[in-house]
């Protein structure tokens, strides 16, 4: 792929002796005009075969598929490079749904619930949108950490069964899978 230094986009081309083929993915809110569905880029295509003089161009939309990997749900175990103990939390440890097929997740925060939106490109991964009922609560800190470390993150790995979540300062966050 080729990027551009100054805007979200890639582009592809391929060539040989009987075509010539160019994509470009841009990230930008997207209508396909036929259905009330949004996506968040714009894809460009252009194709031109054998003897033809002028490129064929082709408009239209389009959402990375979040990797299948991550979807259900996902138990914090470490946060801040702390260890989570359950002593901390009332009802239940916190956690993550994620619906990889909507591009969504819902979850418990520590005492509240949470959801929100998944924005996902190749190892990118961030949380937004996310939002949490308001009830008062004595580990409220630490949910707020869970949510900020939501907020931050930028890429994950997944590996031995557990998700980490990274931001440019490092670990955030540490799930396991839940069984």
Known sequence: PYKAMDANV??????????HLKFTIQQGACSDGMSDNQYTYKVKASLKRGSDKDFKLLDGCGNYIVDQKLQGTWILEELEGKTIDAKDFEKELPNVDINTSEAKFTGFAGCNRMGGKLFYEREIL????????????PNYDKEKLLVKALQSTTRYEIKDNKLYLFNLEGTKAIFRKKE
């Open 10 to 19: 890639i582009s592809y081309e391929a060539k040989s002796d009987s075509i």
């Open 126 to 137: 961030r949380f937004s949108d996310i939002f949490t009922t308001e009830m008062m609560c």
